[in-house]
């Protein structure tokens, strides 16, 4: 922080030299119409906020580009962590026969393996009726 305001302070002071010593300076500046006897430092001022007001859209836009080239590039790398954990979950219910998977084409978590315990069949079974066969 200390570093930031003293580059303030040498910056300003550079530009009161430079202004005070091209005050007296002047020179012809040519834009469609011929300005005579403008000064240096003006001159030098202008270009300069010239220069920072084209140079700050570009840098924003090419910023914002590399934001969205960001932001792509980690949509795609998520979605090859989704197919791959379709995949595995794809595979591993193939091994598990009694696995209840979610939504075959969304599921990324393989739920635990369903049991189904069988009751055994307390019913009575009717009895056949005896017959006897005449002779």
Request: hydrophobic residues 50%.
């Amino acid at each position: 922080m200390i570093f930031k305001l003293i580059l303030l302070i040498v910056s300003v002071v550079f530009l009161a030299f430079f202004t005070g010593l091209n005050i007296s300076n002047t020179c012809d500046i040519w834009l469609f119409v011929n300005l005579t006897k403008v000064p240096v430092f003006l001159t030098v001022l202008i270009s300069f906020a010239a220069g920072i007001l084209f140079t700050l859209p570009a840098a924003i836009f090419i910023r914002t580009k590399k934001v969205n080239r960001e932001a792509l590039k980690d949509e795609q790398r998520k979605e090859k962590e989704l197919a791959k954990a379709r995949a595995k979950a794809y595979k591993h219910s193939k091994s598990i026969p009694s696995t209840n998977v979610i939504a075959a084409e969304e599921a990324t978590v393989i739920a635990e393996p369903v049991v189904v315990e069988e009751k055994p069949n307390t019913a009575k079974k009717p009895r056949a009726k005896k017959t006897t066969k005449a002779k």
